[in-house]
């Protein structure tokens, strides 16, 4: 697995992403985000037509950008669009 840095701005939300998390869930997010920094990458898709499409780690992308980031830690996966959507709610009830 490779991990890489790519430019905040390059990379897309997914509209239909699932996950919600509480404010309590939020806060504590970013204060972990603010004391250790990005320490896991986050799930990218780069499948043509899909390319920069998030995966996993929205509520941290979301944080991050909010906090000022310019960069974040990614990890490439090629899925069509099918494939991405079943990763992603696969992520979300693992994680979640």
């Known amino acids: 697995m490779e991990i890489?840095?790519?430019?905040?701005?390059e990379l897309k939300a997914a509209e239909y992403n699932p996950r919600k998390m509480s404010e309590k869930e939020v806060q504590d997010l970013t204060d972990s985000i603010k004391?250790?920094?990005?320490?896991?990458?986050i799930v990218v898709n780069n499948y043509p037509g899909r390319e920069?499409?998030?995966?996993?780690?929205?509520?941290?992308?979301?944080?991050?950008?909010?906090?000022?980031?310019?960069?974040?830690?990614?990890?490439?996966?090629?899925?069509?669009?099918?494939k991405e959507k079943e990763l992603n709610l696969r992520l979300n009830?693992?994680?979640g």
């Not at 890489?4 to 701005?9: G, L």
């Not at 004391?35 to 990458?41: D, M, N, T």
């Not at 509520?59 to 090629?78: C, D, H, L, W």
């Open 35 to 41: 004391e250790f920094g990005l320490v896991e990458p």
């Open 93 to 95: 009830k693992n994680l």
């Open 52 to 82: 920069n499409i998030i995966v996993g780690g929205h509520q941290r992308f979301n944080i991050a950008k909010q906090e000022g980031f310019t960069e974040m830690p990614v990890v490439y996966v090629s899925l069509d669009e099918k």
């Open 4 to 9: 890489v840095k790519v430019k905040i701005n």
